[in-house]
């Protein structure tokens, strides 16, 4: 199993980035997709999952409004729209999944978010 994100940069308050995170390895469709992201010195936090389908999609209080999580089970691609980017929004934004008995989770190495003036 491979996740590779991307996207990832430098961008103004207020401005927007769309991160994407490639799979391979396993049956994309088959299983929901999840953005968490961790900020220095701070907890890795989950910032917004997605379905099989994209028909259940759930975000973070932080999250609510202004990110959109998507995905396209034809190029086994999720994403991430983020836009009205704060300051606190600088983390590195990571792509997982997890499936399995016993349950296992998969990351990517991640993308570094820095949102600065």
């Known amino acids: 199993v491979q996740l590779e994100e991307s996207g990832g940069g430098l961008v103004q308050p207020g401005g927007s980035l769309r991160l994407s995170c490639v799979a391979s390895g396993y049956t994309f469709s088959w299983y929901g997709m999840n953005w968490y992201r961790q900020a220095p010195g701070k907890e890795r936090e989950l910032v917004a999952r997605?379905?099989?389908?994209?028909?259940?999609?759930q975000y973070a209080d932080s999250a609510k409004g202004r990110f959109t999580i998507s995905r396209e089970n034809w190029t086994n691609t999720v994403y991430l729209q983020m836009n009205s980017l704060k300051p606190e929004d600088t983390a590195v934004y990571y792509c997982?999944?997890?499936?399995?008995?016993?349950?296992?989770?998969?990351w990517g190495k991640g993308t570094l978010v820095t949102v600065s003036s």
């Open positions: 997605i379905d099989v389908v994209g028909g259940v999609r």
């Open positions: 997982n999944t997890a499936f399995g008995n016993p349950l296992k989770d998969y």
